[in-house]
């Protein structure tokens, strides 16, 4: 029973940054892995990036944003965040928040932000 909401998007013009921020119901130091995804009209949602559970922290991000994009998370805060620098129009989606349960193997999603990227 998670509830994640995001929030942080907006339009932004080509090379601009956006911080996108997610809040969690519950824990997410132990026993989750979070994650961001985003969908574009008329295409299937696609990982963005991950981190995983613990103190660790190993992530993963898409080919497409990697040294743009940043996952991180404050776990004392139950909040994990997605800063994207260099936005390109490509880059235009809405973005959805994504808790992995570790213990009863479930995908938790939020609403979703939008995030426009253009001149």
């Known amino acids: 029973q998670v509830q994640l909401v995001e929030s942080g998007g907006g339009l932004v013009q080509p090379g601009g940054s956006l911080r996108l921020s997610c809040a969690a119901s519950?824990?997410?130091?132990?026993?989750?892995?979070m994650g961001w995804y985003r969908q574009a009209p008329g295409k299937q949602r696609e990982l963005v990036a991950r981190i995983s559970s613990g103190g660790g922290g190993v992530t993963n991000y898409a080919d497409s944003v990697k040294g743009r994009f940043t996952i991180s998370r404050d776990t004392a805060k139950n909040m994990v965040y997605l800063q994207m620098n260099s936005l390109k129009p490509e880059d235009t989606a809405v973005y959805y928040c994504?808790?992995?349960?570790?213990?009863?193997?479930?995908?938790?999603w939020g609403q979703g932000t939008q995030v426009t990227v253009s001149s």
């Open positions: 519950t824990s997410i130091f132990s026993g989750y892995a």
């Open positions: 994504n808790a992995y349960s570790l213990v009863i193997k479930r995908d938790y």
